[in-house]
């Protein structure tokens, strides 16, 4: 029996990857993307105050996996090269880092605004965006993509500025999308009970942590995604029925 879903949110919250955007556009169009243009955007940005703060990141992620025995790429202390060996790594295994995801952000940014990226939605998202809004649901979004990065993707979108439909964003700066007190910080920081707030997601893991928080939740399941297990979650293919 599928569990989770009784249609009396008046918030909706998203997920991103595998939910209104392909994983094909993540994993073929903007990991790419932060991966190529990584070395030369630390070239020149290496001093900026925030470029500084993701590198401190991703040194204390760096330290962590060695102290872990983890296989990691070598890096000498402050060298460029190394960063971008261990940021290639973590692009490579998929890790869900706040340090990159936020360096991944500030790449991406040139990409979207000189019009070499345009994201991808899904059909059915702009028409649910309209058709929640309209019906008073207010909308907002939960990611491992840093907010600077999400706010990126629905404003540059290939169906237009999405942005406007977005009451806020949150990224793992709240927390781990796995852990159930992110949601109740999310909730508390939307000011509304968990139980009113809908969570739509791809990962069975997030949707337990939600649940354990109090949400309602969905299993989103569209082509590209990496599965479509939904471990007794109630599921959707798109959001017309939502
Ligand atoms: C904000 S677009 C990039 C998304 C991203 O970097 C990512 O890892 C996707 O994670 P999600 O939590 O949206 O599945
Ligand atoms: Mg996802």
């Known amino acids: 029996m599928s ?7 008046d918030v909706i919250l998203l997920d ?12 073929g169009v ?22 500084q703060t993701d590198l401190q990141w991703l040194r204390q992620e760096y330290e962590t996996d060695l ?3 983890l296989s990691v790429p070598d890096w000498q202390e402050t060298e460029v090269t190394g960063a971008v060996r261990y940021i290639h790594h973590l692009i490579a295994i998929d890790r869900k880092s706040t340090g990159l995801k936020s360096l991944q952000g500030k790449i ?57 439909f977005i009451s806020g964003y949150f990224d793992t700066q709240t927390g781990s999308k796995k852990e159930a007190e992110s ?23 997030e949707l337990k942590a939600a649940q354990v928080a109090g949400m309602q939740t969905l299993f989103s399941i569209r082509l590209g995604n990496h599965s479509s297990d ?7 293919h798109n959001f017309d029925n939502v």
Do not use: C
């Open 108 to 164: 991406w940014d040139q990409g979207y605004r000189d019009g070499t990226l345009r994201s991808q939605m899904f059909a059915d998202v702009k028409p649910a965006f309209e058709r929640w809004t309209t019906a008073g649901k207010r909308l907002f979004i939960f990611s491992s993509g840093s907010v600077q990065a999400q706010q990126l993707l629905f404003r540059h979108s290939e169906v237009g500025d999405l942005t406007v």
């Open 3 to 9: 569990t989770g879903y009784s249609n009396t949110a």
């Open 67 to 69: 102290a872990q025995g």
């Open 30 to 51: 903007l990991f790419p993307f932060a991966r190529d243009y990584v070395a030369d955007f630390l070239t020149t940005h290496q001093q900026d105050a925030q470029v």
């Open 183 to 205: 949601y109740r910080k999310i909730a508390d920081a939307i000011g509304i009970a968990p139980e009113k707030i809908l969570f739509i997601s791809d990962v069975t893991a």
């Open 230 to 236: 939904s471990e007794g979650f109630a599921a959707i």
């Open 16 to 27: 991103i990857e595998g939910t209104t955007t392909p994983v094909d556009y993540v994993f």
